[in-house]
């Protein structure tokens, strides 16, 4: 394996590789190898590496080539089909406000650095860095599986969060429109979504969101990280800008659609004097309510969002790291129901009051989100019939 920005996989405890006996193996420690210099993330992607993830058993250092400062190459995206044996997730965690979920995609080319999701990949035998926003997998049998599922005798009506994982207007659902067909099954059978995105290609599906609004079956949150372009391109490079969400926004509203606004992640000296500025100009384009969530770094994150600091933001990088852990007990991330959220101590507790206060000077969550669970009709005769198939 050899040439820009191939990558070596070698060097555990002890450096030795191989097979057999004091093989690498699941779970066994790697050695703390020393770091080049920091290169900037490939154009149009977040991570700077393909770090193993934490069931590798071999760490994967980049070849020495190319400078510091330097631009790593571009690695295409590639989408891979999977089949799907069960659609819906479960969740019974009490600090997020869904208690089932859609994830239409595996991995997310917006390739947000700080996303909380990007550790998932690892399942699939994949990196949680590059390999998290190139290598997406598609789930296209979604929509009749979901149908399936909800047709299944005893399934009780509860709001669908669609887009809780990784985002479900990502790029590659321009051609894939694999959301587009679950929304189409859920208008069908007039059954809740709330749906959770940072990108305008929502506005695509407005001739389903729209009339599903009017018989309060759907609403909206647009995620909105940071009104500053620059930062926002840094953060998120195949994100919508800043001006599109707002738009989007804009739009949804003015068709009817339930709007909220997810001010997240919210990152100590770095977007948090965005806070208030956020608020207010979603509020103004027509969101009525508002939520924010405070950095979440679990497990390969922490070091994907470190590497990152370093290389673009390198003099304030140690500042702020050191925040992150002041709410965090002195650790990077804690993952206890309660505070995984919000964090903990003086900073966390006055980023708290100032959402509260200017949520209270918009008049932004007034009145809960409430969507129609009466009017679900159930599967249409004969889906359960594919389950067996």
Known sequence: MSGPGAEVAFRRHGG???????????????????????????????????????YEALRRLPEPS?????????????????????????????????????????????????CFARPTHAYLGLSPGLDFETRIVSKPEAPDRLECELGRPGYTCRVLALGANTDPYQPVEREQRVTRGILERLAALEHPVSVVTKSDLVLR????????????????????????????????????????????????????????????????ALNDAELEGILEECAVAGARWARYILLRLPLEVKELFAEWLEAEYPDRAARILGLVRETRGGALYRSGWGERMRGTGRYAELLESRFAVACRRLRLNVEPVELDTTRFRGARAGTQLELFR
Not at 37 to 51: M, V
Not at 70 to 96: F, H, K, Y
Not at 242 to 257: I, M, N, T
């Open 66 to 114: 190319g400078e510091s400062g330097e631009e790593a190459p571009r690695p295409p995206t590639r989408v891979t089909p999977e089949r799907t044996r069960r659609i819906l997730s479960r969740n019974d965690s009490p600090d997020v406000p869904f208690d089932q979920s859609v994830n239409p995609y595996k991995g997310c080319e917006h390739g947000c650095v700080y």
């Open 205 to 268: 599906d407005l001739d389903l969101l729209a009339p599903m609004a009017r018989k309060r079956l759907a609403s909206v949150f647009v995620s909105v990280t940071s009104l500053d372009p620059v930062l926002a391109r840094r953060m998120e490079p195949r994100a919508p800008t800043p001006e599109r969400r707002l738009r989007a926004v804009r739009e949804l509203h003015g068709a009817g659609v339930p709007v909220g606004v997810l001010a997240s992640p919210m990152i100590p």
């Open 16 to 54: 030795r590789t191989g097979s057999g006996p004091g093989a690498p193996g699941r779970g066994h420690r790697l050695e703390n190898v020393p770091l080049l210099p920091p290169r900037r993330p490939p154009r149009s992607r977040g991570a700077l590496t393909n770090r193993e993830g934490r």
